[in-house]
């Protein structure tokens, strides 16, 4: 099991900058890819970036690519996603996620869920 708390996130004009966090925990945590994905209303969950549990190589979506950086502190058991030059486009509720299949962002494969966290890009 891996649980998964986030914080973070809220409202932000465009251009501006968040970071969200995702502390993760359990017996076997420090061997999951954590991910972060995104759903805006009446639109599919996507995933955005992860990072991986044995080299901690990046994977990043396209939409956010040089706009977002996940990191992870091993030490605080926490990943990191900073957003900047966010746009209303990114508006969505945020998840951070754990899957055990390293380095993947496919969503069928990340089998526990953080309770999710509101950002809102707007003026």
């Known amino acids: 099991q891996v649980q998964l708390v986030q914080s973070g996130g809220g409202l932000v004009q465009p251009g501006g900058s968040l970071r969200l966090s995702c502390a993760f925990s359990?017996?076997?945590?420090?061997?999951?890819?954590i991910g972060w994905f995104r759903q805006a209303p009446a639109r599919e969950r996507e995933g955005v970036a992860c990072?991986?549990?044995?080299?901690?190589?990046?994977s990043y979506s396209d939409s956010v690519k040089g706009r977002f950086t996940i990191s992870k502190d091993n030490a605080k058991k926490t990943v990191f996603l900073q957003m900047s030059s966010l746009e209303p486009e990114d508006t969505a509720v945020y998840y951070c996620a754990a899957s055990i299949i390293d380095g993947v962002l496919d969503e069928a494969h990340y089998d526990f869920w953080g309770q999710g966290t509101q950002v809102t890009v707007s003026s």
């Open positions: 359990g017996d076997t945590a420090d061997y999951y890819t």
């Open positions: 990072i991986s549990s044995s080299d901690g190589s990046t």
